[in-house]
């Protein structure tokens, strides 16, 4: 098994770390993982929001405040994408409302540097 060589640098960052697998994570690279984490999952449920990978279904967007994902590396905003637009009526009229909804935190897109909740909202 083959374990990341980046798992160290963990232990530069403060606080209580859990991270949420994304689709390029090993499952066997768990064991290593935890041993500089918290904790390591799919999907986190914070203050409301669910905390993603990979964006969540919107048809499950609405029993949380917003889902807050990374997964989208060319597009900061979900909504510029077709979501909205596949889910209406012959009204064109929404039947899931996704604006506002998705909050890309992508690295890249934020320029390496970390936002706060607050500015999400």
Known sequence: M???KYY???DLLNGDKKVVLGNHDKWQDVPE???YVKGVSGMVDYKGYALTHSPIHPSEIGQYIGNIHAHIH???KLADMDV???YT???NNPI???KGKYHNVDAYLLDFK???LQQLK
Do not use: A, G, Q, S
């Open 2 to 4: 083959e374990t990341n």
């Open 33 to 35: 993982l935890l041993k």
């Open 74 to 76: 060319h597009n900061n």
């Open 96 to 98: 899931i409302n996704t």
């Open 114 to 116: 970390p936002v706060i």
């Open 8 to 10: 160290f640098k963990l």
């Open 84 to 86: 909205n637009r596949m």
């Open 89 to 91: 009526d012959k009204e």
